[in-house]
């Protein structure tokens, strides 16, 4: 027994297939191509010409120079300004007067030093025939304090040299060296006051020692023994 057909007389549902769809695509693709090489190749075979003139100076001509600067205006001359001096009014020689301005170079003044007389007081100018050259008039006074050795006041000779004695923590420490020292000489020569300059601390000590017991000369000036200041110093060698 055959089935019915139930839809025999209903349109198509699924439509057939289009024979026309592949042409169209190719079609459409085949122009666009034609279309773009046309606008592409257009300006390459079509190229716009420059003249000759053009291009001459477009490469060898140089560019026209900038246009000059406008003219400055007239300056008018200005004249100088007009000093006024003020009127030289007469000053009395007493008279003390105000400034106007501060002078620029102030004027300094110096006054010699009095100069001490020459010669002896008391005495006559030009000297006294058989006056004797240099001497002192009077009583002939020592100095107050002691006179430093140098000038006119030469340093004593020594007498009684005592040589130091070489310490040793200085020896063991391998410490030498000089020490100077300031010492003051009595009017019979002995060291009165010792005062150190320079030295090893190590070395002080045994330099003090030494000196105390040197001797000198006594020093004259004009003939009278005086406390003198001179510089002594102690040697230390170290002992091979």
């Not at 592409?40 to 003249?51: A, D, R």
Request: glycine share 8%; proline share 16%; aromatic share 4%.
């Amino acid at each position: 027994m055959s089935e019915p057909l139930i839809f025999k007389d209903l349109p198509a549902t699924f439509p057939g297939k289009n024979k026309y769809r592949k042409p169209s695509v190719i079609g459409g693709v085949v122009f666009h191509v034609i279309l773009i090489g046309v606008l592409i190749l257009t300006p390459l075979l079509l190229p716009e010409k420059i003249s000759h003139r053009q291009l001459l100076v477009a490469l060898i001509a140089p560019p026209p120079p900038p246009p000059a600067a406008p003219p400055r205006p007239p300056v008018a001359p200005v004249a100088p300004p007009k000093v006024v001096k003020p009127p030289v009014r007469p000053v009395t020689p007493d008279a003390v007067v105000m400034p106007v301005a501060v002078p620029k170079d102030v004027a300094k003044i110096i006054e010699e030093p009095a100069m001490a007389p020459v010669g002896v007081i008391g005495a006559v100018p030009g000297g006294i025939p058989g006056g004797v050259a240099g001497g002192v008039l009077g009583k002939i006074v020592a100095p107050a304090g002691p006179v430093r050795v140098g000038g006119d006041v030469r340093e004593p000779r020594i007498v009684k040299l005592v040589p130091p004695v070489y310490p040793t923590i200085a020896s063991k420490a391998r410490v030498s060296g000089t020490v100077v020292m300031e010492a003051i000489l009595t009017e019979d020569g002995t060291v009165d006051q010792i005062r150190v300059i320079s030295g090893h601390p190590l070395l002080v000590e045994a330099a003090i020692s030494c000196v105390k017991h040197w001797k000198y000369e006594p020093t004259l000036l004009n003939g009278i023994a005086v406390r003198v200041v001179l510089t002594a110093k102690a040697n230390f060698n170290r002992p091979v």
